[in-house]
């Protein structure tokens, strides 16, 4: 019988871990394989070169140094070393006094996070381990010896102090960089909510209860996480678009459907490149999009024309700002009904009856369309508040100049208004989306790669996130809210 019961323990014990890699090693792979379908069809590629392609994705996420490994160690450390603990402990225990030890709940609990905190130490090792390579600090190949010799007889090789400042170039790191902000992201929210509970807790025992501020908080608070955060996110995309993933920015521009000369004469203005009364060569890049538009050039000339009008911020919607924002909703509800309604509906057909999966799907297809149409009409809208329509209404011309509102205020205050359109979202989608948006925001300002002897900094905060992460999941897993708190409630069971 003691046999069988240790045999079955070992099978639940290895099930979190092979949860945690098979999950991790679809969520690399599955959206390689749907680009990979789309080439399928193609008949410039032989059936030789589809095969190769397919074997290689479904192989490049194998090895000890890949997400799912690290995801089978994060899992396998947090769960197993503290049974491992306790199994010595307890050995150790009835040798020495007969009698098996008992932990407190403490105990238990500071062992689990120490458990968590080494497997996730080992995983952020590997997961930054550097690849051995055959080239040079500056990307050049390395030479073996002979070739380097007969280099050097005929004089192609740099001088020394040359050749060594090429070489002096930093090691980078920050390849897990995103992956590390979730964690703090998620480990911060953890301990909010924890804290925000007793808090209340305590509250409601000292005084019957909490103050009507005090309730609503709660139910504000994931929506201005995501104000604040899409704020951030489209402040980097106007002014530092090199901050975002190339993916998100590009995604961004396609949702946002602007002309790209805009948006440079705006950055060009906060540079102070495109000044408005002097004629400082900037006029050709906002001529051309008159042309373009049929409007006339002297509309491109900041030496001529003070501020660059809103019709050509309308991109060809007429002078009304009202006009122009609701044809910009209407654009940008079309945009996502066309992404959320397809989505919608194979996430709701697998489950439910076909009558009431169609309507569901569609009454949230129709509120995150919404949600986002509201998100760019309400920053549209906001910009020419504030530059032409109410801006220099409250503000006088010499006070706040026509070139402080279009250098960065008017796109400040597009930044600050848009976010709030999440308002429209259910509130557990508030919660998804702003736990997204929030780690791209932190990392605008955050360099994207660093010197590599910082590493060490980084490793700290993702094993002390994870650490909170999944000693929570195991402790109080109702803490961890949203979709990644059932996904990670079902892998460790």
Avoid at 93 to 115: C, E, N, P, Y
Avoid at 260 to 280: C, M, N, P, S
Avoid at 284 to 312: F, H, N, Q, R
Avoid at 350 to 357: G, L, N, V
Wanted: hydrophobic share 45%; aromatic share 10%.
């Amino acid at each position: 019988m003691a046999p069988l019961q240790g045999r079955v323990m070992g099978v639940q014990s290895i099930k979190p871990v092979l949860r945690a890699y098979g999950l991790a090693y679809l969520a690399l792979t599955t959206p390689k394989l749907l680009t990979l379908a789309t080439t399928l069809f193609k008949k410039d590629i032989d059936h030789r070169q589809k095969l190769r392609q397919l074997v290689r994705i479904l192989l490049s996420s194998w090895g000890l140094a890949k997400f799912p490994t690290s995801c089978a160690i994060l899992v396998g450390g947090a769960t197993w070393l503290p049974l491992l603990c306790f199994q010595l402990s307890s050995i150790c225990s009835k040798v020495i006094t007969g009698k098996a030890i008992r932990s407190s709940q403490t105990v238990v609990r500071l062992l689990r996070f120490l458990s968590a905190f080494i497997s996730a130490w080992v995983a952020f090792h590997l997961l930054n381990k550097k690849r051995n390579s055959h080239t040079t600090m500056n990307g050049h190949t390395t030479m073996n010896g002979n070739s380097s010799a007969s280099e050097l007889h005929n004089g192609n090789h740099l001088n020394g102090s040359a050749g060594r400042a090429e070489q002096k170039r930093p090691d980078l790191a920050g390849r897990t960089l995103d992956l590390t902000l979730f964690s703090f992201v998620r480990a911060a929210s953890i301990v909010t909510y924890s804290v925000w509970n007793r808090w209340t807790h305590r509250r409601k025992a000292q005084r019957g209860g909490i103050s009507r501020l005090e309730s609503f908080l709660p139910r504000i608070a994931d929506s201005g996480v995501f104000a604040g955060s899409a704020a951030v996110v489209m402040w980097a995309w106007f002014y530092c678009p090199e901050r975002l993933p190339r993916s998100y920015a590009k995604w961004i521009g396609e949702a946002a459907s602007v002309d790209e000369r805009l948006i440079e004469a705006l950055r060009r203005v906060r540079r102070g490149e495109f000044v408005y009364g002097k004629d400082t060569g900037q006029a050709p890049l906002l001529e051309s999009m008159c042309k373009d538009y049929g409007w006339p050039t002297v509309w491109g000339d900041p030496a001529k024309t003070t501020p660059i009008p809103c019709e050509m911020v309308h991109m060809g919607c007429g002078t009304s700002c009202e006009w122009h924002a609701i044809s910009r909703f209407a654009r940008a509800f079309k945009f996502a009904a066309l992404t959320y309604l397809p989505l919608q509906l194979l996430l709701r057909m697998r489950s439910k009856p076909h009558a009431e999966a169609i309507t569901r799907a569609v009454k949230d297809a129709m509120r995150s369309s919404s949600f986002l149409a509201l998100f760019i009409s309400l920053f549209y809208y906001s910009v020419c508040l504030a530059r032409t329509r109410l801006g220099p209404k409250i503000f006088d011309h010499k006070t706040v100049t026509p070139m402080m509102w279009d250098s960065g205020l008017c796109v400040g205050a597009g930044c600050f208004t848009c976010g709030w359109s999440i308002l429209l979202e259910n509130t557990s989608k508030r919660q998804e989306i702003a736990f997204f948006v929030a780690p791209r925001a932190v990392a605008t300002l955050l360099p994207r790669r660093y010197d590599r002897k910082y590493l060490s900094r980084e490793q700290v905060t993702f094993a002390i996130s994870t650490a909170v992460i999944l000693t929570c999941a195991q402790e109080q897993p109702e803490l961890i809210r949203g979709v990644f708190g059932r996904v990670l409630s079902s892998v460790i069971g």
